[in-house]
């Protein structure tokens, strides 16, 4: 992709940046508040502070710190800017990963760890076996949520607790619960444990049992997809003075986990910061991406996009209407036809899935001589020269892109069978006004009128241009 540039900070940014006393902050902002940018100035304002700190009191050994991230695209984003900002001392160490290789990595783990398919298959045998009359997809995401909020030793807790952060439906009343904890998590964790398998959960705990790493600094990017355990692993590991920053949205959540930082072992914060502006997305797109997440409660964590906070204004987002070659053919004109500047201008094809969904989008742009490289699952950002990126919307997260594509919304993205409220339904609008959300000048997305998504339904009038094909 095109060469990085360095944030710089705003006046909004500056005082977060800037807020060095030891401790826990929180910093809350919607899409385009430029929460990454924020934490990466900070993680070189807290960087250098620390160093001078270690000098002045003398304190042997390197200042260490780490950033945490939730995907591997975003990981390898932030590194590459990361290196740009900190500075470059043999006194610092500096780790940039996901939370999961971290753990990986704290705790010594040498093992395999079970990846979702493996997973998930395991999940299903129990579920079918139990006969529960929940949705199959919503009962792994419930035992993902259940053994990555509690601890192993509290797992009856989940009796008791109010289900926060997994919406209203489908309602779980307590003989659900008994089931879930009876028939399915408890069988797949003694699964796991006679034939020595690991998950992700597992990784978190390893952490957490693992000797103290002492760390001065810790940025966690994205802390709303963190689970209860994970940031329990997290302040396991903090020197006894250090500043620890979370960077969350909870609106922007796409994942089945839950953080309550009280229940993790945080009651309060230091300080709690509120990044209010929209630096990145014109008043159109956030207007747009406003309607489809309308309606959702939203906790005091999360923020839903805000049109009259953007400070730019541009085109409507365009909707085309048509087949999918159609709408690649539009695409493709308008890509050539010199409104969008490759040479100084980047663009993000975002689809739900990876892999062979995307092969008509690099045939076509082959075919048209565009150069684009594919970032889903990268560890490492690619330095190349290309203007156009490939991305899924989970990779997508937390990165930009002066223009966003979204072609082919089909109906394998969202069906409506399940209601407007359905935890599933809420969790897949959020996913795609994230994705939506990380356009700064213009969007564009498409579908085919005999083949369209429900989520046509969460389109506000008057926030967007039909063309049809």
Same mark, same amino acid.
């Given at each position: ?24 902050? *929180? ?21 250098? &502070? ?17 950033? *945490?991230?939730?995907? !591997? ?31 990986? #990595? ?5 093992? @395999? ?19 529960? $009359? *929940? ?18 030793? @509290?797992?009856?807790? &989940? ?6 952060? !997994? ?26 444990? !006679?034939?020595? *398998? ?102 005091? @964590?999360?923020?839903? $996009? ?27 004109? &308008? ?8 040479? #100084? ?39 190349? #020269?290309? $203007? ?60 085919? $009128? ?20």
């Amino acid at each position: 992709m095109q060469p990085l540039k360095n944030p710089r900070a705003t006046p909004e940014q500056l005082t977060i940046v800037t807020d060095d006393d030891p401790g826990a902050v *929180l910093i809350r902002g919607s899409a385009g508040s430029g929460k990454t940018s924020t934490a990466l100035l900070r993680l070189s304002y807290l960087s250098s &502070y620390w160093l001078r700190r270690h000098k002045r009191l003398g304190v042997e050994g390197p200042v260490q710190v780490t950033v *945490l991230t939730f995907n !591997r695209t975003l990981a390898g984003y932030v590194e590459q800017l990361a290196r740009l900002q900190v500075p470059n001392d043999e006194n610092l160490q500096l780790e940039i990963s996901t939370v999961a290789a971290w753990a990986k #990595t704290v705790s010594s783990f040498t093992g @395999d760890v079970l990846d979702n398919v493996d997973r998930d298959r395991i999940l299903k045998g129990f579920i079918r076996q139990s006969r529960n $009359p *929940l949705d199959e997809k919503f009962l792994i995401s419930e035992v993902d949520y259940i053994l990555g909020r509690f601890l192993p030793r @509290d797992i009856e807790k &989940y009796m008791t607790e109010e289900r926060t952060g !997994r919406g209203v439906r489908p309602r779980v009343d307590s003989q659900l619960k008994r089931r879930i904890l009876d028939e399915i998590v408890h069988p797949y964790t003694i699964h796991k444990d !006679r034939n020595t *398998l690991f998950d992700w959960n597992d990784l978190a705990l390893a952490a957490m049992a693992a000797p103290r790493s002492n760390y001065q600094v810790v940025i966690a990017d994205e802390a709303q997809d963190f689970s209860n355990n994970q940031v329990r692993a997290i302040m396991s590991h903090m020197a006894p003075e250090h500043s620890l920053t979370f960077v969350t949205d909870t609106a922007q959540r796409i994942y089945p986990r839950y953080v309550n930082f009280a229940e993790a072992g945080l009651p309060r914060f230091r300080r709690i910061h509120q990044l209010k502006s929209n630096y990145r997305n014109t008043k159109e797109i956030a207007a747009f991406a406003q309607g489809v997440v309308a309606g959702l409660q939203i906790d005091e @964590d999360g923020s839903l $996009p805000n049109p009259e906070a953007a400070r730019t204004s541009g085109k409507k987002p365009a909707v085309l209407v048509g087949r999918f070659g159609q709408q690649m053919d539009w695409i493709i004109d &308008y890509l050539s036809s010199g409104e969008v500047d490759l040479s #100084t201008e980047n663009v993000g094809f975002l689809m739900v899935n990876g892999g062979g969904w995307f092969d008509e989008v690099r045939n076509r742009l082959t075919k048209a001589g565009m150069k684009f490289a594919e970032l889903q699952q990268r560890r490492k950002w690619p330095l190349g #020269t290309e $203007p156009i990126a490939l991305s899924t919307f989970h990779s997508a997260k937390g990165l930009e892109f002066d223009h966003v594509i979204i072609p082919g919304l089909k109906e394998r993205f969202l069906t409506g069978d399940d209601g407007a409220d359905h935890e599933s339904v809420v969790t897949l609008r959020r996913l795609f006004a994230m994705g939506v959300g990380r356009a700064r000048k213009t969007l564009t997305l498409g579908y085919k $009128p005999d083949e369209a998504s429900d989520l046509l339904q969460f389109f506000r009038a008057g926030t967007y241009e039909e063309i049809a094909l």
